[in-house]
């Protein structure tokens, strides 16, 4: 099995910044994509950021110059820093990987349990 572990939410104030990180554990033979989602309340799962094995980035336009999307392979960790939060940021952000669990499996995409980011006042 694989699991992904996410840590770094909390409670904010509109301004803040909050680092969120990833972990992945398990049986892993490689990661490609890694990268974070977040669903607000009443709201659809969105895309926030990703990060490809190579560390190409792609962003969602709303968080483009505030959020910043890394990873580190050896670890098999991926971060999300949080600059210039706003209370529309406001949500449960899950972390997401596409790993290859051996080089015969194909690729399966794995998700954490979440962690809530709460920008208020």
């Known amino acids: 099995q694989v699991q992904l572990v996410e840590s770094g939410g909390g409670l904010v104030q509109p301004g803040g910044s909050l680092r969120l990180s990833c972990v992945a554990s398990?049986?892993?033979?490689?990661?490609?994509?890694m990268g974070w989602f977040r669903q607000a309340p009443g709201k659809q799962r969105e895309l926030v950021a990703t990060?490809?094995?190579?560390?190409?980035?792609n962003y969602a336009d709303s968080v483009k110059g505030r959020f910043t999307i890394s990873r580190d392979n050896a670890k098999k960790t991926v971060y999300l820093q949080m600059n210039s939060l706003n209370p529309e940021d406001t949500a449960v952000y899950y972390c997401?990987?596409?790993?290859?669990?051996?080089?015969?499996?194909?690729?399966?995409?794995?998700w954490g349990q979440g962690t809530q980011v709460t920008v208020s006042s």
């Open positions: 997401t990987a596409e790993v290859v669990r051996s080089w015969s499996n194909p690729v399966v995409r794995y």
């Open positions: 398990g049986m892993i033979f490689k990661i490609n994509d």
């Open positions: 990060v490809t094995s190579g560390g190409f980035t």
